[in-house]
């Protein structure tokens, strides 16, 4: 069993910064790829990028330059920096641990256990 829980949600004006955590309980998170996923009101919950165990990573074309995901495996936590924000980035950010990897697969069925979630939201 692996529980996570995501922190650093906020308000921040377009073009700001928030970096989210996401915090895993368990001895074997160095092996789960994570990803992070988002839900705007109204839309489906969609990938935002993924990080495998080797560290390697894949990101969503909307957020391709903007977002970094890194991961502390000393410290079971994976982080989501959020740079020049926009607008569109707000959305319920969930983060989630898959047993699969390294191919980091953006599809939530692949996904074995999700956080409650953050809200961020982004004013123009």
């Known amino acids: 069993q692996v529980q996570l829980v995501e922190s650093g949600g906020g308000l921040v004006q377009a073009g700001g910064s928030l970096r989210l955590s996401c915090a895993a309980s368990?001895?074997?998170?160095?092996?789960?790829?994570m990803g992070w996923f988002r839900q705007a009101p109204g839309k489906e919950r969609e990938f935002v990028g993924g990080?495998?165990?080797?560290?390697?990573?894949t990101y969503a074309d909307s957020v391709k330059g903007r977002f970094t995901i890194s991961r502390d495996n000393g410290k079971n936590t994976v982080y989501l920096q959020m740079n020049s924000l926009k607008p569109e980035d707000t959305a319920v950010y969930y983060c989630?641990?898959?047993?699969?990897?390294?191919?980091?697969?953006?599809?939530?069925?692949?996904?074995?256990?999700w956080g409650q979630g953050t809200q961020v939201t982004v004013s123009s």
């Open positions: 989630a641990a898959s047993k699969y990897g390294p191919t980091i697969r953006p599809r939530q069925s692949e996904y074995d256990y």
């Open positions: 990080i495998n165990w080797i560290g390697g990573n």
């Open positions: 368990g001895r074997t998170f160095k092996g789960y790829t």
